[in-house]
């Protein structure tokens, strides 16, 4: 029978197994924590209410907008994008695609980056796809990147444009407003999306 001497002289290896294995236990309980299939959850009704308040905040302050909605086949609102970087960054947020008004299905944006980079920002973006085919590309692609998988047109907030020049826009639209934090501009380009069940 062993005694107290000898479990403190017990194998070293013996130790270091145990940690490894509770820690690759709490870290699997994170990642399924993180990664819920949605059943149960309120995952969409938080999206569908954060998509209603951007496209009420659009109407409000950005009224051509309006026009780009009107004449659109289809609108992925991504109501909360967070950006964060020290040297290396990255981006990701959730949102909803509409068409005809109504969610059709639930989407991530995640965007990896490179360079020179301290700070963190969150801000909002709308695609307006302005095409049946472009509309129709981005549903069948498993992970449609911006500026990669269609010609796309950026409006930052600021920027002016007119409801009578929508019409020369690219097949894709997007408009980045509400951005707060330390970084100069939010950029979508390299941003991929792909279908989630929230």
């Keep these: ?33 993180a990664c819920g299939n949605g059943i149960g959850s309120n995952g969409a009704a938080v999206i569908d209410s954060r998509v209603a308040a951007s496209m009420s905040f659009l109407d409000q302050n950005y009224p051509a907008t309006r026009d ?8 992925l609102v991504m109501p909360v994008i967070t950006e964060a970087g020290f040297g290396f960054g990255g981006s990701y947020g959730r949102g909803a695609l509409l068409v005809n008004g109504a969610t059709v299905d639930y989407y991530s944006a995640a965007q990896a980056s490179t360079g020179l980079q301290i700070g963190a920002q969150q801000y909002s973006h709308v695609l307006y796809f302005m095409t049946d085919e472009a509309l129709a590309d981005f549903r069948s692609s498993p ?12 409006i ?4 002016s444009f007119s409801a009578d020049t929508t019409t020369a826009l690219d097949p ?8 707060a934090g330390l970084f100069g501009g939010a950029s979508i380009k390299g941003t991929k999306y792909t279908r989630i069940i929230p």
């Excluded at 780009?68 to 609108?75: E, I, P, S």
């Excluded at 930052?156 to 920027?159: A, L, S, V």
């Excluded at 894709?172 to 951005?179: R, S, T």
């Design 1 to 33: 029978m062993e005694g107290p001497d000898d479990m403190k002289r017990a194998d070293p290896m013996t130790k270091i197994t145990r940690r490894a294995a509770a820690t690759g236990a709490v870290a699997s309980l994170l990642l399924a924590a």
């Design 172 to 179: 894709v639209v997007a408009v980045v407003f509400g951005q």
């Design 156 to 159: 930052n907030e600021g920027e």
């Design 143 to 154: 992970g449609w990147a911006a500026g990669a998988d269609a010609k796309i047109t950026a």
């Design 68 to 75: 780009l909605r009107d004449r659109a086949t289809g609108m």
